[in-house]
């Protein structure tokens, strides 16, 4: 009974303490609630064991108060050191996370261009064309010459086509260079070649890579002008030369006679210069005796223009029988695209009707004595070079395909299985 008394007059003091540290301090409020914590504890111990009692964190305390406070105090001070710790540590996780992403940054911009270069150097196959990577922009010009000096090896691309150079910083010159088993023909800028070229007299064709294919057959076909030459022929004729094409000329004797510069000039240019009669009768209505000077008369003013005899003929109109097969003396050249320029007198059918139908050792039936069909050819020509088809005259076709051709036999096509648009 004493210790309780004594115990009460302690608490009365406390309480005291604790309202004027209170109304002293605001901030203070642990204190009020340590000081409730006493009085639970007051209760448990006054209904419990009167020798001691336990805290509301469950340790057991001595009889005496002062201690409880002191270990209270500690345990204040344990949980601000602890909060402390924690933000260092928050801080530290901050800083490290910060500098992880920044390392990450650096090394994903930096291995690739340094790996892109590895692999320019080292793995420089055909297919391995890589563009050429944007330098970043960075404000240290030093380290933008690091970058372009690595990605400056292997293949590089630009505006004007794909080069490679070699691990001593220079690139190829002109001609045929094998890299890593694969053949290359570069220009005199050190580019690579692509798509159809004639090298050497050969037909050579180079993929998107430059990576030279030697099982490629590239197509071919002959532009055939009828009734010429006339006032458009020397502008087809300039075409033709740009396109490094060729094509076959059926002239009237007639309109040689009036156009001979023109048939100069298309014998300068390597064009296939032939016979289709002088005034272009219908060969069938005419006698064998008729036929022959109709035929005879043209090959030789054209020999006299220009040097050189023509080697076909094709009759007006397509029309041929017997008589003419044996009285031509010459091989007779039809065709397997008839685009009908004289009739639609369409540039747009005109152009549509060979584009459509195109396709290798096809014969196309032009007139260049129309305007709509000069401007169509112009039009298609470079079309047709760009989807690889290579423009050649009928004899030139037809020893690429292996056919000889022979006096007063009928040729249509010289691709595989037939052809005949109409
Ligand atoms: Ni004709």
Redesign the pocket.
Known sequence: MYNEEKLRRKEITETTMNKRRTSESPRNSRSTRASQQVRKSRTQYSSGNPGSFRDSRGSRCSGSLQKPMNKRRQEKLRRQRRKRNLCYGILAAITLLVFSLTVLGISRLLPDRVRDGAEQVSEDSGTQVTTTLSQPEMNASGTKDFFKEITLRGWQSDSQGIRYIAADGTSYGKGWHDIDGSQYYFDENGYVKTGWHVIDGKDCYFDESGKYDSEKVRPMIALTF??GPGKYTEELLECLEENNAKATFFMLGQNAERYPNTVKHMEKLGMELAN?TYD?PILTNLSSTQISNEIEKTSRIIERIAGKAPASMRP??GAFNHTVRSVSGLPIIMWSIDTKDWKTKSEDMTYRCVMDNARDGSVVLMHDIHQWSAKAAIRMIPELVAKGFKLVTVEELARAKGITLENGKAYYYFGEGTQQVE
Do not use: L, M, R
């Open positions: 009828d009734d289709h272009h007006p109109g």
